[in-house]
């Protein structure tokens, strides 16, 4: 069982900037993938981005975000990271931290996820 806990959310202007955190407990192998989701109102949950847990820590990001976010993790603090600059309107939601066993974009193949913390982005 695997227990992920998210903040750093808030408001925040255009342009500007936000580091999210997500602390995970329980037991997590080497193998495993860490995401991050977001879900705006009416919408479906989208996949921002991976990291693998292990050794190597391939990222992967979805097209929307890539450059202006990035994914890292602390395995020490068993924690991991989503910076996001250059924030926009339109990434205005609630994020959300997940785990799988695979490398994959579908939310259906995580098996454990936080209870999300709120970002928003004023114009």
């Known amino acids: 069982q695997v227990q992920l806990v998210e903040s750093g959310g808030g408001l925040v202007q255009a342009g500007g900037s936000l580091r999210l955190s997500c602390v995970v407990s329980?037991?997590?192998?080497?193998?495993?993938?860490m995401g991050w989701f977001r879900q705006a109102p009416g919408k479906e949950r989208e996949f921002v981005s991976r990291?693998?847990?292990?050794?190597?820590?391939?990222?992967y990001y979805a097209d929307s975000v890539k450059g202006r976010f990035t994914i890292s993790r602390d395995n020490a603090k068993n924690t991991v990271y989503l910076q996001m600059n250059s924030l926009k309107p339109e990434d205005t939601a609630l994020y959300y931290c997940?785990?799988?066993?695979?490398?994959?974009?579908?939310?259906?193949?995580?098996?454990?996820w936080g209870q999300g913390t709120q970002v928003t982005v004023s114009s």
């Open positions: 997940a785990r799988s066993q695979y490398a994959t974009r579908s939310p259906l193949d995580y098996d454990s």
């Open positions: 329980g037991r997590t192998f080497s193998s495993s993938f």
């Open positions: 990291i693998r847990w292990g050794s190597g820590g391939n990222t």
